[in-house]
């Protein structure tokens, strides 16, 4: 390992604007490839919530350069979000190749904003960027990100909205706005007339990309001009997909592998682990997965700068691609490609009390004869409380069995299992459902029923219903679970998941007109049974 040394250094881009970043180098005369992180919360954080810190890195032969992006940090220019990342990646991939003792090879990391300064740098093909690892990012902005099936992720975006706008008060010195801002990052304003489009932010942050978020209900030209999705289609590397079964953005990290395995003639590894957004550690929400879910990722990376800056044989290249870890079981399985294994399917069955008796509804594998409806009121003064899963905060798996007693929640459970069940891959419910309002929610939760009566999500979904099309499908997160012997399997069904998601009013207005005051109460009925047999497709 190499003894490491820092300076601070500056460049410009094509339209003259300064930016800056940290150099660790080596203290060697070798000449060594660069690993670049671009990032917009302060370049000494260097995405340290998850990986090991630069000096780690350039200790192992790299010079890792860590980046302020356009109007961050110290970097000049305004900050508009992802707007200058292409231009600006690329100036700064010829720029750090002509760094003092570089090879000319570069490689990228980072997670969240850093995996998606990644992507961008990809529109544009560059001989010097040779690997990249991009971590729980949107492939396509509108759908792997702000919105879930049409329903506003609120609380992830609003809190990252908040957290940006009070770092752009913080650079201009404005003390009262700051404090204001970060008083309510820790408290989110979710109680304003449109609950969706806070007076904070109207007022604060006008100019904050919440508001085009917002306005942007439907996916357009206006995320079409800002998605990966669309700016990288002819652009070929290896890359290292890295995501989180608890992690809000899994469904971007999944299309763009699927993407990319579908044209890439590189290696195209992907790896799952039990993990939130951050941090990436044993323990996600109340469940502790053990010391098998800590997290690997920077030995893996450093695995993988090896071989395709340096050239060195490693052994990552003689396994199977795809590395998953599977929950309860609390073990890495591995695959040739993610798996897209046979489906089961369990049904609905009721006897109409499935919202006020826990064990009333059940999961069953043959669909009923007969049909059936569960009703629900969805009261929006108090809407059913988010707990865990991949759009709220905290995330990860919580007894949840509070929630599930309440009668605007409809409970589906199955007998205990007489042999172990493994869930891999993609799950969808298949809901007949219908409202008496132009537009409704439903949230879809699987949890385990232990012997003892506790419950603990591991995957969930949410749509937001706009047509009268049946049935409702809901994807689910992507997961890797097992159920135990003896365990049972639960569907809970609501018709709202706040603050994760905006409470829908029923109105059909963009979610930056839903006024509080106009939220409808909403009856929602379920039908099992009969020609209308709602079910869940679990891939095992």
């Given at each position: 390992?190499?003894?490491?040394?820092?300076?601070?250094?500056?460049?410009?881009?094509?339209?003259?604007?300064?930016?800056?970043?940290?150099?660790?180098?080596?203290?060697?005369?070798?000449?060594?490839?660069?690993?670049?992180?671009?990032?917009?919360?302060?370049?000494?954080?260097?995405?340290?919530?998850?990986?090991?810190?630069?000096?780690?890195?350039?200790?192992?032969?790299?010079?890792?350069?860590?980046?302020?992006?356009?109007?961050?940090?110290?970097?000049?220019?305004?900050?508009?979000?992802?707007?200058?990342?292409?231009?600006?990646?690329?100036?700064?991939?010829?720029?750090?190749?002509?760094?003092?003792?570089?090879?000319?090879?570069?490689?990228?990391?980072?997670?969240?904003?850093?995996?998606?300064?990644?992507?961008?740098c990809l529109s544009q093909e560059s001989t010097a960027l040779k690997v990249i690892c991009p971590a729980m990012i949107a492939y396509d902005l509108y759908h792997?990100?702000?919105?879930?099936?049409?329903?506003?992720?609120?609380?992830?975006?609003?809190?990252?909205?908040?957290?940006?706008?009070?770092?752009?008060?913080?650079?201009?010195?404005?003390?009262?706005?700051?404090?204001?801002?970060?008083?309510?990052?820790?408290?989110?304003?979710?109680?304003?007339?449109?609950?969706?489009?806070?007076?904070?932010?109207?007022?604060?942050?006008?100019?904050?990309?919440?508001?085009?978020?917002?306005?942007?209900?439907?996916?357009?030209?206006?995320?079409?001009?800002?998605?990966?999705?669309?700016?990288?289609?002819?652009?070929?590397?290896?890359?290292?997909?890295?995501?989180?079964?608890?992690?809000?953005?899994?469904?971007?990290?999944?299309?763009?592998?699927?993407?990319?395995?579908?044209?890439?003639?590189?290696?195209?590894?992907?790896?799952?682990?039990?993990?939130?957004?951050?941090?990436?550690?044993?323990?996600?929400?109340?469940?502790?997965?053990?010391?098998?879910?800590?997290?690997?990722?920077?030995?893996?990376?450093?695995?993988?700068?090896?071989?395709?800056?340096?050239?060195?044989?490693?052994q990552f290249l003689n396994q199977p691609p795809v590395s998953l870890f599977e929950m309860v079981s609390n073990q890495w399985r591995y695959f040739d490609s993610?798996?897209?294994?046979?489906?089961?399917?369990?049904?609905?069955?009721?006897?109409?009390?499935?919202?006020?008796?826990?064990?009333?509804?059940?999961?069953?594998?043959?669909?009923?004869?007969?049909?059936?409806?569960?009703?629900?009121?969805?009261?929006?003064?108090?809407?059913?409380?988010?707990?865990?899963?991949?759009?709220?905060i905290p995330s990860g798996s919580f007894e949840r069995s509070n929630i599930d007693i309440r009668s605007d929640v409809l409970t589906y459970t199955s007998e205990?299992?007489?042999?172990?069940?493994?869930?891999?891959?993609?799950?969808?419910?298949?809901?007949?459902?219908?409202?008496?309002?132009?537009?409704?929610?439903?949230?879809?939760?699987?949890?385990?029923?232990?012997?003892?009566?506790?419950?603990?999500?591991?995957?969930?979904?949410?749509?937001?219903?706009?047509?009268?099309?049946?049935?409702?499908?809901?994807?689910?997160?992507?997961?890797?679970?097992?159920?135990?012997?003896?365990?049972?399997?639960?569907?809970?069904?609501?018709?709202?998941?706040?603050?994760?998601?905006?409470?829908?009013?029923?109105?059909?207005?963009?979610?930056?007109?839903?006024?509080?005051?106009?939220?409808?109460?909403?009856?929602?009925?379920?039908?099992?049974?009969?020609?209308?047999?709602?079910?869940?497709?679990?891939?095992?």
């Amino acid at each position: 390992m190499f003894k490491i040394k820092r300076e601070t250094l500056s460049m410009r881009t094509r339209d003259g604007i300064r930016l800056d970043a940290d150099v660790y180098y080596p203290d060697s005369s070798e000449s060594f490839p660069i690993l670049l992180m671009r990032q917009p919360y302060g370049r000494k954080i260097a995405s340290t919530v998850v990986y090991a810190h630069p000096i780690w890195y350039a200790s192992q032969g790299y010079i890792v350069v860590i980046q302020d992006v356009r109007g961050r940090g110290t970097s000049e220019g305004e900050f508009n979000l992802f707007t200058h990342e292409i231009e600006d990646g690329i100036d700064t991939i010829n720029w750090v190749t002509q760094l003092p003792n570089s090879t000319g090879k570069v490689g990228m990391y980072g997670f969240s904003y850093q995996g998606m300064t990644q992507l961008y740098c990809l529109s544009q093909e560059s001989t010097a960027l040779k690997v990249i690892c991009p971590a729980m990012i949107a492939y396509d902005l509108y759908h792997d990100w702000a919105y879930e099936n049409g329903a506003f992720c609120l609380q992830g975006n609003l809190g990252w909205a908040i957290q940006l706008a009070a770092e752009t008060a913080r650079l201009k010195g404005d003390t009262i706005t700051f404090q204001k801002l970060y008083a309510a990052s820790r408290n989110l304003p979710l109680s304003d007339a449109i609950p969706a489009n806070p007076n904070l932010l109207q007022e604060l942050a006008p100019d904050s990309f919440y508001h085009d978020w917002l306005t942007h209900r439907d996916f357009d030209d206006y995320w079409a001009n800002l998605s990966p999705k669309n700016l990288i289609k002819n652009i070929d590397l290896p890359m290292l997909h890295i995501g989180g079964w608890f992690d809000p953005y899994l469904r971007g990290t999944l299309n763009l592998y699927r993407e990319m395995i579908s044209r890439s003639q590189f290696p195209q590894h992907l790896i799952i682990g039990p993990w939130g957004h951050l941090p990436w550690g044993r323990k996600v929400g109340s469940i502790d997965y053990t010391k098998e879910a800590i997290s690997p990722i920077d030995q893996i990376q450093l695995d993988w700068f090896d071989y395709f800056l340096k050239g060195k044989a490693k052994q990552f290249l003689n396994q199977p691609p795809v590395s998953l870890f599977e929950m309860v079981s609390n073990q890495w399985r591995y695959f040739d490609s993610f798996p897209k294994n046979n489906q089961v399917s369990y049904y609905l069955a009721s006897e109409g009390l499935s919202n006020i008796r826990e064990d009333e509804g059940k999961l069953v594998t043959s669909p009923p004869s007969l049909s059936v409806t569960d009703i629900i009121v969805h009261d929006p003064w108090r809407p059913v409380p988010a707990l865990g899963g991949h759009a709220s905060i905290p995330s990860g798996s919580f007894e949840r069995s509070n929630i599930d007693i309440r009668s605007d929640v409809l409970t589906y459970t199955s007998e205990p299992l007489t042999e172990d069940l493994s869930i891999i891959g993609e799950v969808v419910v298949e809901i007949y459902c219908t409202a008496d309002a132009d537009s409704f929610d439903l949230c879809a939760v699987l949890s385990t029923v232990d012997n003892q009566g506790k419950v603990y999500n591991f995957t969930q979904g949410y749509i937001r219903v706009n047509s009268e099309e049946l049935p409702i499908k809901i994807p689910l997160q992507a997961t890797c679970m097992k159920i135990t012997q003896n365990h049972c399997l639960r569907l809970s069904l609501s018709g709202a998941c706040f603050p994760a998601y905006s409470v829908n009013t029923g109105t059909g207005k963009l979610p930056k007109d839903e006024q509080l005051i106009d939220a409808k109460i909403i009856t929602l009925t379920v039908n099992s049974g009969g020609n209308q047999s709602s079910k869940i497709l679990l891939s095992i």
